[in-house]
């Protein structure tokens, strides 16, 4: 008996990894990513909140580069400007338009779920984001001559999470239909690009402090991998019943 359990074991756990480990199975490849950003953007989060709650250290280093950023700001006005610019495209509404330009192209294309995954991304991102802030109620940096003075709560930033979810998005989606490993990476470096551009226009600005944009980084990402990998589990059950139903089988959409 012994020796027919080990065996037996063996096999279940290598069915098990293989069924993780698929990118074809309904629960496959997709659901073990998704979990396993999923956890780490959490940890990240949490751990940035946790540190911003307790005013661990790197509370002090958000006043020293507020401070640093604001005095350069005020003496560079031609960068101030190019960066107004770029923060005004980012707010809730341009992001909102932004999302509902590409979700009008995805589903006029036939992408239903990756337009169910924007759908959820975007402006579900967006009321989450509220939502932390009047959780956390963190004040915004303090200047005596602001450049922008604003009296919503500053954790985690809502521009820099937005962004993070739609150029996510938009680099899941270019990276899923790339056909080369260059492909595949170039979409995530230039979400990343503008990422971290939407994330210094507001602390350039004076609006937002380090940690704030981090842990929204965070957020967003986590957001984008319970969307993009609920949608993606909807679309492998359903061609799983068809198969079992013997019905013709859609293309995998996402």
């Given at each position: 008996?012994?020796?027919?359990?080990?065996?037996?074991?063996?096999?279940?756990?290598?069915?098990?990894?293989?069924?993780?480990?698929?990118?074809?199975?309904?629960?496959?490849?997709?659901?073990?990513?998704?979990?396993?950003?999923?956890?780490?953007?959490?940890?990240?989060?949490?751990?940035?909140?946790?540190?911003?709650?307790?005013?661990?250290?790197?509370?002090?280093?958000?006043?020293e580069?507020?401070?640093?950023?604001?005095?350069?700001?005020?003496?560079?006005?031609?960068?101030?400007?190019?960066?107004?610019?770029?923060?005004?495209?980012?707010?809730?509404p341009?992001?909102?338009?932004?999302?509902?330009?590409?979700?009008?192209?995805?589903?006029?294309?036939?992408?239903?779920?990756?337009?169910?995954?924007?759908?959820?991304?975007?402006?579900?991102?967006?009321?989450?984001?509220?939502?932390?802030?009047?959780?956390?109620?963190?004040?915004?940096?303090h200047?005596?001559?602001?450049?922008?003075?604003?009296?919503?709560?500053?954790?985690?930033?809502?521009?820099?999470?937005?962004?993070?979810?739609?150029?996510?998005?938009?680099?899941?989606?270019?990276?899923?239909?790339?056909?080369s490993?260059?492909?595949?990476?170039?979409?995530?470096?230039?979400?990343?690009a503008?990422?971290?551009?939407?994330?210094?226009?507001?602390?350039?600005?004076?609006?937002h402090?380090?940690?704030?944009?981090?842990?929204?980084?965070a957020?967003?990402?986590?957001?984008?991998?319970?969307?993009?990998?609920?949608?993606?589990?909807?679309?492998?059950?359903?061609?799983?019943?068809?198969?079992?139903?013997?019905?013709?089988?859609?293309?995998?959409?996402?």
């Amino acid at each position: 008996m012994p020796n027919e359990i080990l065996p037996r074991l063996s096999r279940r756990i290598h069915d098990t990894l293989a069924a993780r480990f698929s990118p074809e199975g309904q629960y496959g490849l997709h659901l073990t990513a998704g979990v396993a950003m999923l956890l780490l953007a959490t940890a990240i989060f949490a751990h940035m909140a946790g540190a911003v709650v307790a005013g661990a250290p790197i509370t002090q280093l958000d006043v020293e580069v507020a401070n640093w950023l604001h005095a350069h700001a005020r003496a560079n006005g031609a960068l101030r400007q190019v960066l107004l610019a770029i923060t005004h495209v980012h707010s809730t509404p341009g992001i909102l338009v932004l999302a509902l330009a590409a979700g009008i192209w995805l589903y006029r294309r036939g992408h239903r779920y990756w337009t169910l995954a924007l759908v959820a991304s975007v402006p579900g991102g967006q009321i989450l984001n509220v939502l932390l802030k009047h959780s956390f109620e963190r004040a915004r940096p303090h200047f005596a001559e602001p450049l922008l003075e604003l009296s919503t709560y500053s954790f985690p930033s809502g521009h820099a999470m937005g962004a993070t979810v739609l150029y996510g998005f938009l680099a899941c989606y270019a990276a899923r239909h790339a056909r080369s490993w260059w492909g595949r990476v170039l979409p995530f470096a230039l979400a990343l690009a503008m990422v971290a551009t939407v994330a210094f226009s507001r602390m350039y600005l004076g609006v937002h402090y380090l940690s704030d944009v981090l842990a929204a980084a965070a957020e967003g990402c986590g957001w984008l991998a319970i969307c993009i990998t609920g949608a993606a589990t909807l679309s492998r059950r359903r061609r799983a019943r068809e198969r079992r139903a013997g019905e013709p089988v859609e293309p995998q959409d996402i």
